[in-house]
């Protein structure tokens, strides 16, 4: 990582990250980068949407609220949640709702994210259900409302950075984790710690960092993030550069399914007489499963389906590769596309453009060379 961190982290912590913005705090990964089955910290995406909270000395000491619309209202700190309540680890996707953004024509509002606003770690803490459990949910309880301790990016307290919540049916999922460790150690600071929410398969702006509060509500969240444009696709297409305002739209749930090449990284280059090209990836799909993976190296004339590893849990990725045959020395291009569960492609190109650039899914994109410079 390069150019200005924001005050209180050490960019150095990162290896290779691509930085977007630095107030706030946002930076991606390149692909070729995301080519372990578990994601080091080190080469985890970061996105914040304000500035970061003071220091904390004492992580098993920090506490969070639950109230609202439940029987017995809570507060917790991190060593009650270790004490009380069965521990998860699970190895999950976590990817911003803007990722893909830069692929969108015209230009969408926004960090231009590429392929690499995403990472799939593993996360340990307890399932946020087991605790609404605990406080006992009224039947008026429908919506989640989700509080950081970040000031936004004006350094005010006074307003939420950012504050998205979820359907009940959502926050009751057992892999909707509240997560005090990533890949074995504490949560590193700039990821959330000591504690955050990881709901996995919908945008990450819903995996509150520094999490304090949630407010369990009998009517759908209305903080930052969840009203005008902020995390909506628009229920019918929109004209490329049109505005989104007046139109029936929907709060973004499930992500939709991507994939994308780890190696060989775009820009290879192959020995003179090289006639296998091996090629290697992940794939996600949201709240489903992913069907295939297939690879072209003649614009889709062709598609050669890739073997896919099992995923170790759901919401895990699912790594996959493929050996391809090179007709012979020359510039190729190589083009992944997964299918999910329900059928559903990723595109050559963006068809769903809306303002701010959500959900683009577009086909990840590698060239290579065989043969000697020219």
Wanted: glycine content about 12%; overall charge negative; some cysteine.
């Amino acid at each position: 990582m390069q150019d200005k961190p924001e005050a209180g982290f050490d960019l150095s912590a990162k290896e290779g990250l691509s930085l977007l913005g630095d107030v706030p705090l946002v930076a991606e990964t390149p692909e070729e980068l995301l080519d372990d089955e578990t994601t080091p910290v080190a080469r985890f995406f970061v996105r914040n949407n304000g500035l970061l909270p003071g220091p904390v000395a004492d992580a098993d000491g920090w506490t969070f609220a639950i109230d609202g619309e439940v029987e017995r209202p809570l507060r917790l700190s991190v060593a009650d949640l270790k004490s009380r309540f069965p521990h998860k680890t699970f190895r999950m996707v976590l990817e911003c709702g803007g990722n893909g953004r830069s692929f969108l024509t015209p230009k969408a509002e926004g960090n231009p994210w590429t392929h690499g606003g995403v990472g799939c770690a593993e996360w340990t803490g307890v399932s946020l259900g087991d605790v609404l459990h605990e406080a006992g949910l009224k039947e008026s309880a429908l919506f989640t409302g989700h509080f950081g301790a970040d000031p936004d990016k004006t350094g005010s307290f006074e307003h939420q950075a950012m504050s998205r919540g979820v359907p009940i049916a959502k926050a009751l999922e057992e892999h909707t984790l509240l997560v005090w460790a990533m890949n074995g150690e504490p949560l590193p600071f700039i990821h959330g710690g000591p504690l955050r929410l990881v709901v996995p398969g919908w945008p990450g702006s819903l995996s509150q960092k520094w999490l304090k509060r949630i407010w369990v509500r009998d009517r759908e969240h209305d903080g930052p993030g969840m009203t005008g444009l902020s995390y909506r696709l628009p229920v019918h297409p929109l004209a490329p550069g049109a505005d989104g305002k007046d139109v029936e739209n929907r709060i973004i749930e499930s992500m939709p399914v991507r994939s994308i090449i780890t190696a060989p990284a775009d820009g290879g280059r192959y020995p003179a007489g090289a006639r296998t090209l091996s090629v290697r990836g992940a794939a996600w799909a949201g709240d489903d499963e992913v069907a295939r993976v297939e690879v072209t190296l003649d614009g889709g004339a062709t598609w050669v389906e890739a073997a896919m590893m099992p995923p170790r849990n759901r919401y895990d990725w699912t790594r996959w590769q493929v050996s391809l045959p090179l007709s012979g020395d020359g510039f190729y291009e190589i083009f992944a596309r997964a299918t999910d569960s329900k059928g559903r492609a990723q595109p050559f190109r963006a068809a769903n453009w809306n303002p701010n650039g959500y959900g683009c899914n577009v086909m990840h994109r590698v060239a290579v060379t065989a043969g000697p410079e020219a």
